[in-house]
């Protein structure tokens, strides 16, 4: 009894272009903070080929289409959370926000019709994709298992194992992603099919198990409840394939196959039952088995027709019964028992559907690993966010505490003041602070900076002035639209659609706003510090441009100094500490990737904000600490500076000090201040400024982009409505006025007079009188013409048979179609148009020449010409016209 097992074909695809659109997603959603600058172009080409040839291309039965298949799937679940492939509702208009890839597929089991071809559907899903190659992973796994050896004990086990795969496989289909597709897809991956098929590969998977145990040789009822089992799933599978929604769809084999299979393992199960009975000399339950075995056996053969031969199995049924019963007739005189009365047999579930594993192929690499999920990607975009508030905002009291202190120095004259006590001497601090300002590039290099702003800004707002205008000019185009089409015009108009893009474009004009009125902060200042600062460039220039004073020796032992100047020292401590802290702050960085990434595999969702805060305060609290202590100092430090110097001053005064070189002295320590103050802004400009160029062009890149998807759908919509327009009916024609319908008095006009009939010659009537044959010998001879003879009246009116009308001109000639006739003889009739005797006109002399296509021109019987006859009825070619 050789077994065969059902497959599943595979499902068909179309190819599409898995590299522009994702190319696209990931360089406007993963770029900019916590995103990535690789280029994955070679990895989505990677992933185009090996869908092409997993989807597109024939696979073989074997174990390496299998591998290139799983590995397909393992990728677009890889995916899944980084590159997510949607839909779009039926009222969303596409967006450059999406990746849009639209996958076609065939139903599985429809051949197809001469002029309708096989179902098939498109969707732009990633879960549908997905759905459609998991299928074909199940099918193909049922047809590696129908491929195998099963006279092998390898051959056995293989198709065991790729069988209860398929159906673990179908399952999975069945119970996590086919329900939200049921409206819309074709009939294969249906609930009902889907778990057709599983039960289908259930069965055949204990079947594979059954054959090993009898190949091994196991005992009789092991065998018995594994056929059995077996049994019921075909029963179960029978009833389920003949479902009337997709019945028609399955290969034709498969019913008869199942119903065949369910009736024959019973069979088997009640004849190994037979053998246990054997054994343990009940030969009258041995018989009433084998009888039933044999029943069994007979309808299964008939169910299954062509499709399974059992006649050996039902040749080895009927010997062993009639064997038993001659032994029993003979011998042993057993009651044989009724049917109902026989034990039970049980059931051996063995085969069972494998839960699938996650990567199906253990070689997979996943392409895209260098990309988090979208979830975690918009929560690191968060987590920086955050980090750089808490940054700035904590530089920030650094520096305005920094900047307060150097005002207060600056204002006092510290530390110059005390370094100037000789009052000719340029202070130290001014030297050193003007080698600082030209190590940095001096006035020059804030020149070149500010200079430089104005043409960053113009470009900056020239390219948000093009985003605005296109989205102006596509808004007001549906506007227009929206005006002259009224109702018709059904798509979403353009100002409720760009709100997004005007909120986000009205934030960048608010920055651009903000940061001309830094511009003109920064300009001032430099206006005021520019002469200073130009001077603290030129040391030597200096001793000329400090006005000198009375030495002030007196003071310079002084504890008022002494004092001052352990202050200054603290003053540089505070800096120093200051510079470290605040290059602590920039520099600090964790990796809570790791922790999101956590959360996301744990519970599905990511909470950024509880991760995020958590993390900030744990890296920066130390900081934010360190922060508020060096403020705190500073309070203090002030406040004894100002005291100190107050007693400097009051010594200082009395000792004769001139107060110009101390306002010189402040305004050159002033002037380095701002000279680091607009260097440091005028470089964060620059930043600021390039920086923000690139997020205006990639704004302008969206709003071309979806001004051009807008473009497309209004002419397309524009085509719809023309189309609707032209197929509408026309109205009917207005009723014509009474005036027009009827005649005088509202009576119709009377039709108009006919023209009278032509005359016919007595001759021709006679010819027209004559019966057929003679008409027939008539027809061969030229047309008689009723002509005047010699001596007859030429000129009778009243008689038009003696009528002769006067000659016609020169260039007429009406029979110019006809063959020539010779002038007649003396005593016959003169040629039409010429009088008795005259000479023959010139163009009768000789025949006209025929035309060049027509090699005989026949005669036909000219009507009588009459002079008196509407021009419209004389026509010398109306036979020939007739004809």
């Not at 065939?106 to 990633?126: C, E, I, R």
């Not at 590969?201 to 091994?216: G, N, P, T, V």
């Not at 690993?369 to 009291?397: I, S």
Request: include cysteine.
């Amino acid at each position: 009894m050789a077994s065969s097992f059902l497959s599943v074909p595979l499902k068909k695809s179309s190819e599409v272009d898995l590299v522009k659109p994702p190319e696209k997603f990931i360089k406007n959603t993963y770029s900019g903070p916590g995103g990535t600058q690789d280029d994955f172009v070679p990895m989505l080409k990677e992933l185009d080929k090996l869908r092409d040839s997993a989807t597109c291309k024939t696979l073989d039965r074997h174990d390496s289409s299998l591998e290139l298949i799983q590995k397909y799937y393992d990728q677009l679940c890889a995916i899944e959370a980084k590159l997510p492939i949607t839909e779009n509702q039926e009222d969303e208009p596409p967006t450059p926000y999406q990746i849009r890839v639209n996958f076609t597929w065939y139903d599985a089991f429809d051949q197809g019709m001469l002029f309708l071809g096989k179902m098939k559907k498109t969707m732009s899903s990633g879960d549908y994709e997905r759905m459609c190659v998991l299928f074909n992973i199940g099918a193909l796994m049922s047809q590696i298992a129908a491929a195998q050896n099963l006279g092998a004990d390898d051959g056995l086990k293989n198709a065991a194992k790729y069988l209860q795969q398929a159906a673990g496989v179908f399952t999975h289909i069945k119970e996590s992603m086919a329900g939200p597709f049921q409206q819309v897809v074709t009939p294969d991956l249906s609930l009902e099919m889907l778990s057709t098929l599983s039960v289908v590969m259930l069965a055949q998977a204990q079947e594979a198990i059954l054959l090993k145990s009898i190949q091994d040789k196991m005992k009789e009822v092991i065998i018995a409840k594994l056929s059995m089992q077996a049994s019921d799933l075909y029963s179960d599978a029978m009833k389920q394939a003949q479902n009337p929604h997709f019945g028609d769809l399955l290969p034709k084999e498969w019913i008869p196959t199942l119903a065949g299979k369910q009736a024959m393992y019973h069979a088997q199960a009640e004849f190994y039952m037979s053998l246990l009975a054997k054994k343990n000399k009940s030969i009258g339950e041995e018989i009433a088995r084998l009888k039933h075995a044999l029943e069994l056996a007979k309808t299964g053969s008939s169910r299954a027709g062509s499709t399974m031969d059992m006649k050996d199995f039902i040749g080895k049924l009927q010997r062993a019964h009639d064997s038993a019963d001659k032994d029993n007739n003979f011998i042993y005189h057993d009651r044989v028992p009724e049917l109902s009365n026989l034990p039970a047999i049980g059931r051996a579930v063995v085969a069972k559907a494998l839960p699938l594993s996650k990567p199906m192929n253990p070689k997979f690499t996943d392409l895209f690993e260098k990309l988090v999920p979208l979830a975690v990607h918009q929560a690191l975009t968060g987590y920086e966010a955050r980090k750089a508030d808490v940054v700035n905002r904590e530089v920030g009291r650094l520096r305005e505490a920094t900047q307060l202190m150097n005002s207060v120095l600056a204002s006092l004259n510290l530390p110059a003041a005390i370094e100037d006590l000789s009052g000719d001497n340029v202070p130290q601090s001014i030297l050193e602070k003007g080698t600082a300002i030209k190590e940095r590039g001096g006035i020059d290099k804030i020149n070149q900076l500010i200079q430089d702003l104005p043409e960053l800004l113009q470009r900056n707002k020239e390219v948000l002035d093009e985003a605005n205008r296109v989205l102006d000019e596509e808004e007001k185009t549906d506007s227009e639209l929206r005006a002259n089409f009224k109702e018709r015009w059904t798509r979403t108009a353009s100002a409720q659609l760009y709100s997004p893009l005007r909120a986000e474009g009205g934030k960048y004009q608010s920055i651009l706003d903000n940061a001309i009125h830094a511009d003109t902060i920064v300009r001032e200042k430099y206006n005021k510090h520019a002469e200073n600062i130009t001077l603290l460039c030129k040391p030597e220039d200096l001793p000329g441009k400090i006005p000198s004073s009375s030495p002030a020796a007196a003071l310079q032992g002084s504890k008022c100094v002494t004092d001052l100047r352990q202050l200054m020292e603290e003053v540089e401590t505070i800096k120093a500490e200051r510079d470290v802290i605040e290059s602590e702050i920039k520099e600090a960085k964790t990796d809570i990737s790791s922790k999101f990434l956590s959360a996301l595999a744990q519970d599905g969702v990511v909470n950024e904000e509880n991760l995020s805060v958590g993390e900030l305060d744990r890296m920066f609290g130390p900081l934010q600490k360190q922060v508020t202590e060096s403020v705190s100092r500073q309070e203090g430090l002030m406040n004894k500076i100002q005291t100190a110097n107050t007693e400097f001053c009051q010594q200082k005064q009395a000792s004769g000090s001139a107060n110009q070189r101390e306002e010189k002295l402040k305004d050159l320590a002033a002037a380095h201040d701002a000279f680091m103050e607009l260097l440091g802004n005028l470089e964060e400009g620059t930043k600021f400024y390039n920086e923000l160029l690139l997020l205006l062009v990639k704004f302008q890149t969206k709003c071309n982009d979806i001004v051009f998807a807008r473009k497309t759908e209004k002419d397309e919509h524009l085509k719809d409505l023309q189309e609707n327009i032209a197929k509408q009916p026309s109205q009917s024609a207005p009723t014509p006025p009474a005036y027009q319908a009827s005649g005088p008095g509202g009576a119709k006009p009377p039709p108009p007079a006919r023209p009278p009939p032509p005359q016919v010659q007595p001759q021709q009537q006679q010819q027209q009188q004559q019966p057929p044959a003679q008409q027939a010998a008539a027809g061969s001879q030229p047309p008689q013409l009723n002509m005047p003879q010699a001596g007859q009246p030429q000129y009778g009116y009243n008689n038009p048979q003696y009528y002769s009308p006067p000659p016609m001109p020169t260039s007429y000639n009406p029979y110019a179609t006809m063959q020539y006739q010779p002038p007649p003889q003396q005593g016959a009739a003169a040629p039409y148009g010429q009088q008795p005797g005259a000479p023959p006109y010139p163009q009768q002399q000789q025949a006209a020449p025929p035309y060049p296509q027509q090699q005989y021109a026949p005669q036909y019987p000219q009507p009588a010409y009459n002079p008196y006859a509407p021009p419209s009825q004389y026509n010398p070619y109306q036979q020939q016209q007739q004809r």
